[in-house]
């Protein structure tokens, strides 16, 4: 997957609130913002590295309240995503480039699928009414 920004190292502070943190980043204390809503009190530990999405050079006007977006955060040394939309786009750009082998037979997608009054991430289907419902999970 490659992003539309460029990635930034910084060291994780501290949760502001549910959705920012405080990074330190060139030099200075800044905001970003944390697109998931869980604790992460395993991940997000004061001092850790972690990797920002850099949205001050956006082309379109914005209204973002802070300049960055926490991505990834380095834990154990292995790099874990806490971008809680990612697994959803990951799903998704992989059946379009029809990496899932089990999946091929079904070439049309659709994206939170109401079934029996729950929300599922995506109902795939084919020509002939063939369904199957797929839940991704991080």
Known sequence: MRWEYPLLQAQYLGRKNRFTCEVYLEKRIQYAHIPNSSHL????????????????????PNKRKTPFTLLLVRSRNILACVDAHMPNRLFQ??????????????????????????????????????????????
């Open 41 to 60: 009190g395993e991940l997000l530990i004061p001092g850790c590295t972690v990797y920002l999405l850099d949205y001050r050079n956006e082309k379109k």
């Open 93 to 138: 750009e992989n059946w379009e480039k029809k990496a899932f082998p089990r999946w091929v037979e079904y070439p049309f997608l659709k994206r939170e699928v109401k079934v029996y009054g729950e929300r599922i991430d995506f109902l795939l289907f084919s020509e002939k009414g063939k369904k199957a419902f797929v839940e991704v999970k991080s």
